[in-house]
């Protein structure tokens, strides 16, 4: 069987996010009032975003697929998103543990296990990874609430506002 | 206007907005030579900073960045040969070899005048032809206003990417992500699948911090390897160079046909939706090397390489917000960013806007002026501090703006949900990104959303006749060069090759020419008898011709 085209697979996902939502189009309130019922215009958005995405499933299935890129096969899979999946895995912890380390804290770990993670794995560099998360992350905290008059988040573990 | 113009004189030059501007300027040139930090990202991370301060003084410094950023990607282009922005790809073509030719202060002297002379000239324009532009803004209804916003999106599709198809899609995301939440008009909640925080929609700003800056960053970082390393290599780069600007200038102003071409150029690109400096700048590097006597001399060094494409993308950066401020239309990522920002202070762009914020909008154009004088005054301060960014490696630089990112995105409105919001965008645009979606049609989709929506509800709400779009003069101009923009990568494509491409601008002429026939008055009607003669003069040209096709330019055009 012929390697499933990446676009193929794109275009059905999709269509299946349009019929989700199509779907949930249907729940919106319809409100006595007003001219235009506010399912209207999210309708005929799915409606055209539906057409685009058919047009791109013919498209990939006429298309012949491309060969894959080498560099793909050396790098193998996952491996190739793994700088981007930290980052994502660490700022995602550092949202979650927000309420508690707050924005100084917490943008100082995100910096410097962000810094370690991505850079040289060597523990000589982690003293700089450290003065790096410090310094920038105070110097941005320090402009936006002292500055901006901004209160960022203290965090239940360092209260300080 | 005079007494307008003198206020804004008076709040753009105290002596904190000057300095605002300057630490904008260089920081915008700094970023525009960094290779991999486009302009746009530039004035999306200033943007935070802004929050604080007054709108002129906001967006005097916005202005210096992008002025900044324009003028930038020439020094990492002509010192090192890699552009450091998609805006300054053809000012390498001649910078490089200049400077390898051991002219390097007069390469940078060249291309920083014509920066200035390209912006100063389409300033002089944005102050002339926008506040006109908007009084023409001013006979929209919603039908020509939803119809703007179409075409809008169709020309930023075709322009954006290989595939148009996907160009589309992102163009329809954009505008599907702007109706999660609250609907403006009716006040019913749609797809918030009973989350509260999803009932106030989604804010632009972190929405567009997220699919453009954090998925950019990340794109980055893909290469571990080269992520380690520092940004380039400009340890070769002689950062005592002396810019020779008597003799630049000189060069410049002999070559001023070159210059005024590529500025009107540049300009014209500028005022298209979703045409940036990235396409001006190679459009007039084209046009100079045909219009040229020595076309041969173009690679090598010749001084016409560099005016033309650095004049003209300064020059678009004037186009793009003429159009912003007069129609409320954004041209570009950069513009739909400070649209943002003037949005932050209550301001909403539109035929009125520079009427009735007379005062803001003078500054703009004060602001976008000065920025010039101060881009020729820093560029020689930053060839040094250019040299010493570019030895940090991105992985440094990527995780302190990704905190940043989160701190200047709680900023807006103190709120957390806003950081999760950056998040699941941030994701978003990664995986748009990997999977060749273009960004710009998405994010002017949620830009121009509800003024489509508005716009159209406001149509239906005056008269529920549908025909209405077709039969006024304005709404029809839109609707058909929005079919045509559609066409446009077909047409690109096969240009030089298919002989139908030789009829495809006489039709649009011709086609253009019917909605101007339909407005009042003697002008229009006039331009499209001019336009419909020259569409048939094309066509007669073609038939003579025997419709043999030509290879025409070797570059072709796309957004960053």
């Known amino acids: 069987m012929a390697r499933l085209n990446r676009d193929t697979l794109v275009a059905l996902l999709l269509l299946v996010f349009c019929g989700v939502m199509i779907s949930a189009s249907l729940e919106i309130e319809e409100t006595n009032y007003g001219t235009m019922p506010s399912s209207v215009w999210p309708q005929a958005v799915l409606g055209v975003l539906t057409v685009f995405c058919l047009a791109l499933l013919g498209q990939s299935i006429v298309k012949a697929p491309a060969p894959a890129p080498e560099e793909n096969t050396k790098s193998g899979g996952i491996g190739r998103y793994r700088n981007a999946i930290t980052v994502y895995v660490l700022f995602f912890l550092f949202l979650l543990t927000m309420p508690y380390l707050g924005m100084l804290i917490g943008g100082v770990g995100f910096v410097f296990l962000s810094l370690t993670l991505l850079g040289e794995p060597e523990l000589k560099r982690a003293p700089v990874h450290l003065a790096i998360s410090i310094g920038t992350i105070g110097l941005m905290w320090g402009i936006f609430t002292f500055g901006l008059g901004v209160l960022l988040p203290d965090g239940e573990l360092l209260q300080l506002n | ?560």
């Open chain 2, 1 to 560: 206007m005079i007494e307008t113009l003198i206020h804004a004189f008076s709040e753009v030059f105290s002596l904190g907005n000057l300095a605002l501007m300057t630490i904008g300027v260089t920081a915008g040139l700094i970023a525009g030579a960094i290779p991999g930090f486009t302009i746009a990202m530039a004035v999306v991370l200033t943007l935070p900073f802004t929050f604080g301060l007054s709108p002129v003084e906001g967006l005097s410094t916005m202005i210096g960045v992008f002025v900044g950023g324009l003028s930038g990607g020439l020094m990492s282009g002509m010192l090192t040969g890699i552009p450091g922005t998609p805006s300054s790809i053809a000012t390498t073509f001649d910078g490089f070899p200049m400077a390898r030719n051991g002219k390097p202060g007069l390469a940078l002297g060249l291309g920083v005048w014509s920066s200035f002379f390209g912006g100063i000239f389409s300033a002089v324009l944005l102050v002339t032809l926008a506040p006109r532009l908007a009084v023409i803004g001013l006979e929209f209804g919603p039908w020509d206003y939803f119809s703007l916003v179409l075409f809008a999106l169709t020309i930023t599709a075709s322009l954006s990417g290989e595939n148009l198809v996907k160009g589309m899609i992102a163009g329809a995301l954009g505008l599907f992500i702007a109706t999660i939440g609250e609907d403006e008009v009716n006040g019913v909640a749609r797809f918030s699948f009973g989350i509260d925080d999803l009932e106030s929609g989604f804010t632009f700003l972190p929405v567009l911090i997220g699919l453009f800056a954090f998925s950019q960053l990340l794109s980055d970082l893909q290469d571990r390897v080269r992520a380690r390393q520092p940004l380039m290599d400009a340890s070769s780069a002689d950062t005592r160079i002396k810019i020779e600007h008597l003799k630049a200038i000189r060069m410049v102003l002999a070559r001023w046909t070159n210059l005024l071409r590529s500025s009107v150029i540049g300009v014209f690109t500028g005022v298209l939706p979703a045409a940036g400096g990235s396409i001006s700048n190679i459009l007039a590097y084209d046009q100079a090397k045909k219009a040229s006597k020595t076309p041969e001399k173009f690679g090598t060094g010749t001084p016409d390489g560099i005016i033309a494409p650095e004049s003209a993308n300064n020059a678009t950066a004037g186009g793009a917000l003429i159009t912003m401020m007069a129609l409320g239309i954004p041209g570009d990522i950069v513009t739909a960013v400070m649209l943002g920002a003037l949005l932050i202070h209550n301001v909403q762009p539109s035929p009125t806007f520079i009427s009735d914020n007379s005062d803001l909008a003078y500054a703009i154009f004060v602001a976008f002026f000065l920025a010039h004088f101060i881009m020729i005054g820093m560029q020689s301060v930053t060839l040094r501090l250019f040299v010493l960014v570019t030895r940090i490696p991105m992985y440094v630089l990527a995780s302190v703006i990704l905190a940043y990112c989160s701190i200047g995105v709680f900023a807006l409105n103190n709120i957390t949900y806003d950081i999760w919001v950056l998040f699941v965008f941030g994701i978003v645009g990664y995986v748009m990104r990997q999977l060749g979606f273009p960004l710009a049609p998405i994010i002017l989709g949620v830009v121009l959303g509800h003024v489509a929506e508005l716009n159209l509800s406001r149509s239906l709400a005056i008269d529920s006749d549908l025909m209405l779009f077709i039969s006024r003069p304005w709404s029809l101009f839109f609707l058909i060069v929005s079919v045509f923009s559609i066409g446009f990568p077909w047409f690109q494509k096969a240009r030089g090759t298919k002989a139908w491409t030789l009829a495809y601008i006489p039709v649009l002429l011709a086609a253009v020419s019917v909605p101007l026939f339909m407005m009042e008055g003697f002008v229009r009607p006039i331009i499209g008898v001019a336009l419909l003669a020259f569409s048939a003069y094309l066509l007669w040209r073609s038939a003579a011709s025997g419709w043999k096709v030509a290879p025409e330019g070797d570059h072709k055009v796309h957004l960053e």
